[in-house]
């Protein structure tokens, strides 16, 4: 292995921890604190937004400039700012507040079925033998998680069933929406511009500037969550896929439900059932053949 082969390695792994991290750091926030999702989410995409925006304007104040003045680039950053960005994040840390940080990461994993599903929708095709098995895989972990095996129960609460399935749905947003953009303008640029706009937006809904009464340890928890959890994990991943390519990426990003499970259950006492644990095996088995039998066509 090349010394850049280890490099990105070293970083698809830590970015991917720290995003699990970051989730476990969400869930301990809600379970000790008097805060809401919805205004974690815009103070979060605010303060992670003026950093990213900050660090473009840094390296690449020309390009942001033009950026920021073509009009066909700016409508096409308002939809990746809603419904990837904004999406993905709210109904992400919805999930956690509504389940617990494993479960959520885990079905937001389903990211890429849904993607696959919609890539042949749109093909008026069915999917090769292998991707059907995994999007069949991916449905049998979803009716596990849902109802532990038992199809006259439902387990997980409904909230956290629909906002961890919307938190795929705004994964799969963010993946579709900001390929043009970040090949035209730079993946800094683009998330950095649609987190601050998303935020700054969202915070006029959620009243943002109406602080919840947090001690020194509660803001070191959303400190976390914004410098952690996007910044830090943002740009380590980053370079993971510069030195990797995106398929070796987006499979060492199964490390993050794996920490965000492993973490809310030693340090925050999440039970785990064996059926939660099969139907998480059997997503996160179908999210890594998914992006092993990758299309190269574009969705």
């Not at 998680?145 to 749905?169: D, M």
């Not at 500037?209 to 830090?232: E, N, Y």
Request: proline share 4%; hydrophobic share 55%.
């Amino acid at each position: 292995m090349s010394s850049i082969q280890k490099r990105g390695l070293i970083c698809g792994v830590l970015g991917a921890a720290s995003w699990g991290a970051s989730g476990t750091c969400g869930q301990f926030l809600f379970q000790n604190y008097p805060v809401d999702s919805f205004w974690l989410t815009a103070f979060r995409m605010s303060c992670s937004g003026a950093i990213l925006f900050a660090l473009s304007w840094l390296r690449q104040k020309n390009e942001l400039r033009r950026f920021l003045t073509d009009r066909r680039s700016l409508a096409e950053l308002a939809a990746f700012s809603v419904f990837g960005l904004l999406l993905s994040q709210l109904a992400y840390l919805t999930a956690i507040q509504y389940s617990n940080a494993g479960t959520a990461t885990v079905l937001q994993s389903l990211s890429i079925v849904l993607i696959t599903i919609l890539f042949y929708i749109r093909r008026r095709t069915l999917p090769p033998r292998m991707q059907l098995l995994a999007i069949l895989l991916a449905f049998l972990g979803i009716f596990f998680v849902a109802t532990q095996g038992n199809p006259a129960t439902l387990a997980i609460t409904p909230p956290g069933l629909i906002w961890g399935l919307a938190a795929a749905a705004g994964a799969a947003g963010y993946c579709l929406l900001s390929g043009s953009l970040i090949d035209r303008w730079g993946s800094t640029a683009v998330c950095g511009s649609g987190m601050l706009i998303g935020g700054l937006v969202f915070s006029l809904v959620t009243a943002v500037w109406k602080l919840p009464p947090l001690d020194l340890r509660g803001w070191i928890l959303i400190a976390c969550i914004i410098l952690l959890g996007t910044v830090i994990a943002y740009t380590l991943f980053l370079q993971c896929i510069h030195d990797l390519g995106p398929v070796n990426g987006n499979l060492l990003a199964g490390i993050e439900p794996l920490t965000a499970t492993a973490l809310s259950a030693l340090l925050l006492h999440s039970r785990f059932t064996a059926a939660d644990l099969i139907g998480f095996v059997c997503i996160l088995s179908a999210a890594a053949m998914l992006n092993l039998t990758a299309q190269s066509d574009p969705v």
